[in-house]
């Protein structure tokens, strides 16, 4: 389906119909994940999952907070049912994904996860791949694909450029925006911490039916997901990754050069189609055009009935996104 760019809303049911059509029926209840794989990456000894051909066109598929890899238990399987390989991995935090080094800082910040997307690929052997996620993934996307262009096919990223601009952090955003993001502030007190440490499912689980006001999941789908929150860094990672967003907590020197290009605002030349969800009760939906100078080559897409984990709710709208790259039909 060709649309202009920036900004041509996609009818929710007709994407969904057309993607259905072109690519079967993947509402599948519990994916076939296949066995866990391990690989040392970097910092991590990153747990992933991959589908398809071994030679067929690199994914790389990245889940958000408070989420994990079954954002994608309908998106892997048809992709990797058209020909790609897909690699899904836990991020750092979640699930089997752990440090190699005990004295690591369990760093969440933008230039660490962007550094993991280039390390399990260098792991992988994987000269290029194309880079797709939302939230914390969608970040890390955007990392890879400014810093990385040679290693990116093409990105997919929910909510746009999502490079975060830490010198402007201390700026306050529209109440209703601030009101939206209550856990942002309360993750930069003790109090925070410890209650994430001790209620991580609850909070996730308010989240998830703030974030996404239209999705009715149950709660076998929540639980789950939820098991990746067990991780013993989750609470450090998430913590360090609100606190360094806000400018309340340093970054850890590894990643300071990475910060500092990002600092510049790079602009992403890759090919490009970025998503909102017409339902995000994180990110309001718009034309994409406030971000459009930091783009090349993009087109802009609004998926009706999605809220803010769009890849799980309306997954044939993330999987046409993904096969108009590889294709170049956009």
Avoid at 191 to 198: N, Q, S
Avoid at 297 to 310: K, W
């Amino acid at each position: 389906m060709k649309l202009a760019a920036f900004g041509l809303p996609l009818l929710a049911a007709h994407n969904r119909a057309t993607a259905t059509s072109a690519l079967g029926d993947r509402n599948t209840a519990t994916p076939t994940w296949g066995p866990l794989r391990r690989v040392h990456a970097g910092q991590l000894h990153v747990g992933y999952h991959e589908l398809g051909p071994p030679h067929g066109e690199p994914v790389l598929l990245l889940h958000g907070f408070p989420y994990d890899i079954h954002s994608y238990v309908d998106v892997a399987p048809a992709l990797a049912a058209e020909g790609c390989r897909v690699l899904v991995p836990h991020l750092r935090g979640h699930g089997p994904t752990t440090f190699l080094n005990a004295r690591e800082p369990r760093s969440g910040q933008q230039g660490a996860i962007g550094q993991d997307v280039i390390d399990l690929l260098d792991a992988l052997h994987i000269e290029q791949a194309l880079v797709a996620g939302y939230d914390w993934g969608g970040r890390a996307a955007c990392v890879a694909a400014a810093l990385w262009p040679e290693r990116c096919t093409g990105l997919v990223s929910v909510n746009g450029y999502l490079i975060q601009d830490i010198a402007q952090a201390a700026t306050p955003l529209p109440a209703r925006v601030e009101h939206g993001l209550w856990y942002q502030h309360y993750f930069q007190t003790e109090r925070g911490r410890a209650g994430l440490a001790a209620h991580r499912r609850e909070i996730a689980e308010i989240l998830w039916k703030n974030n996404s006001p239209g999705w009715q999941f149950d709660n076998e789908t929540f639980q789950r997901s939820a098991a990746a929150f067990d991780n013993p860094d989750y609470v450090d990672v998430v913590i360090h990754s609100y606190r360094h967003r806000m400018g309340l907590a340093e970054g850890y020197a590894r990643y300071d050069a990475i910060e500092k290009a990002l600092a510049m605002k790079p602009v992403i030349r890759v090919p490009a189609i970025t998503l909102d969800g017409a339902e995000d009760g994180v990110v309001a939906a718009t034309d994409g055009s406030a971000s459009r100078v930091l783009f090349g080559q993009r087109e802009h897409r609004i998926v009706e009935g999605a809220g803010h984990n769009l890849p799980q709710e309306t997954p044939a709208a993330f999987i046409t996104a993904v096969m108009d790259l590889i294709r170049r039909d956009w």
